[in-house]
């Protein structure tokens, strides 16, 4: 299959996957419909800190936070390799990643994701909205089989 073709094919499957029109690693979330959206700069927002750290893992993998709660995500990245954080659906987490496993080196440039260098630190402002459970990954090819995800739990 061409890669145009591949392309094409994987903008569909996305698209279903988010029941709506979402363009892939552009300015729209990808990764399913996360309970929530970009939180606004200036808002009051609680830190949560997550450790991006070897072998594979996000310390901590599970955070509670209430519905109507904006929260800054500090990253730090603790191993020798990049590592991202795209927060969403984990059906759709999973396809995403088969598709980063097909096309390495994709970058992801979301508002629903981040992506942070070796030894550096990054930030994601996210406004939850409603409650239940939304997921999180490193979708970079071996991470998420690797065990580098988590969950969100919005009551």
Do not use: K
Request: hydrophobic residues 40%; glycine residues 12%; proline residues 8%.
């Amino acid at each position: 299959m061409s890669r145009r073709r591949l392309v094409a094919a994987g903008a569909i499957v996305a698209g279903l996957l988010l029941a709506g029109p979402v363009a892939a690693h552009g300015p729209e979330p990808h990764g399913g419909a996360p309970t929530g959206q970009p939180g606004r700069p200036g808002t009051p927002a609680r830190v949560v800190r997550i450790e991006m750290a070897e072998p594979m893992r996000f310390i901590p993998d599970r955070i509670t936070v209430r519905r109507g709660e904006t929260v800054r995500f500090v990253f730090s990245n603790s191993d020798y390799r990049d590592h991202e954080f795209v927060i969403g659906d984990m059906a759709a987490l999973q396809a995403h990643a088969e598709q980063m496993r097909r096309h390495p080196g994709m970058m992801h440039r979301e508002v629903n994701a981040v992506t942070v260098s070796p030894w550096n630190e990054g930030e994601l402002l996210w406004h939850f909205t409603r409650p239940g459970q939304v997921d999180f990954a490193c979708l970079i090819p071996g991470h998420f089989e690797g065990g580098m995800r988590g969950v969100v739990i919005v009551e």
